[in-house]
C-alpha cells in the first residue's frame, strides 16, 4: 500500500529568461514501512523535492497524496496542522527550541495541537533515543548527536505516516552519524516506521531498501537495493 505518491511534480522558480526548473515531472510512490534514499548532487532538485513532499512549498504542477490525501488540496494553516500531524520532519542543523528540554522538544508537536503528551509513549521515545538521562537538559547541554536524537523523538511523538528526514548526518561527526542511522533504521524496522533519507551520502543510501537518485529535477534511476 502506498503512503505516499509523487505525480508529475514540477516547481518553476521565476518567469520568463530567469525561470529555472528545479523539478521537472517527477513521479514515484513509497509503500508502508520501506526505507527509501532520495540521492543527488546540490542543485539536483532533491531539497526542493523534501520541501514539496513536507508541504513547505507549492508545486508549480503535479501531486502529492499522503495516507490518501491530496496535501495541496488543503488550505496553508490545514496543511500545516496536517504536516504536524503526518510527516515526521528530520533536519540537518535539528531546528530544537533553545528554550524548552529535550522532552519538551519531543512532545512540541502535540502541544502545538493542544493534546496532552502521553507519559507511556515519551517514556519509550526516551529510552528508544537514549535520552531518559538527558530528558531535563537544555539543547546547548546536549552534544550534536543527542540534538538529532531528540529531533528524532520529535519526529516520532505522533506517530506520522513517514519520517522525511534532510541529511540527518550531514552536521555529525562518524560516530554519531552511525549512531544517528542505526536510531533510524531501528524505527523503521521495529515500528515498521516508513522512512525517507534525502542525502548526498552514498554510504547512507546504501543502508536503505531502495534508492532513488535525482538529477537536473528529474528521477535518474530508481532501484531496489535490497530484495
Do not use: C
Request: cysteine-free; proline content about 3%.
Amino acid at each position: 500500500m502506498a503512503i505516499l505518491t509523487v505525480e508529475g511534480l514540477s516547481k518553476i522558480y521565476g518567469e520568463g529568461t530567469t525561470a529555472v526548473a528545479a523539478l521537472k515531472g517527477v513521479s514515484f510512490a513509497v509503500n508502508k514501512g520501506e526505507f527509501v534514499a532520495i540521492i543527488g548532487a546540490s542543485g539536483s532538485g532533491k531539497s526542493t523535492l523534501m520541501n514539496l513532499i513536507g508541504g513547505i512549498d507549492r508545486p508549480t504542477a503535479g501531486r502529492v497524496t499522503i495516507d490518501g490525501n491530496d496535501i495541496y488540496k488543503l488550505s496553508e494553516s490545514e496543511r500545516a496542522i496536517f504536516r504536524r500531524r503526518n510527516v515526521g520532519m528530520v533536519y540537518q542543523f535539528y531546528n530544537l527550541i533553545a528554550t524548552l528540554t529535550a522532552e519538551e522538544n519531543i512532545t512540541l508537536p502535540r502541544l502545538l495541537d493542544n493534546r496532552k503528551p502521553d507519559a507511556a509513549k515519551l517514556a519509550h521515545i526516551l529510552a528508544m533515543t537514549g535520552l531518559t538521562e538527558r530528558a531535563t537538559h537544555l539543547p546547548s547541554e546536549l552534544s550534536g548527536g543527542q540534538q538529532q536524537r531528540v529531533s528524532i523523538g520529535r519526529a516520532l511523538i505522533n506517530d506520522p505516516a513517514f519520517i522525511l528526514a534532510d541529511e540527518p548526518t550531514g552536521n555529525l561527526d562518524s560516530k554519531s552519524s552511525h549512531e544517528i542511522m542505526d536510531l533510524l533504521k531501528l524505527a523503521n524496522k521495529r515500528s515498521h516506521q516508513t522512512l525517507l533519507v534525502i542525502t548526498h551520502d552514498e554510504k547512507i543510501a546504501l543502508q536503505a531498501d531502495r534508492i532513488i537518485t535525482i538529477g537536473d529535477g528529474t528521477i535518474l534511476s530508481d532501484e531496489v537495493v535490497k530484495g
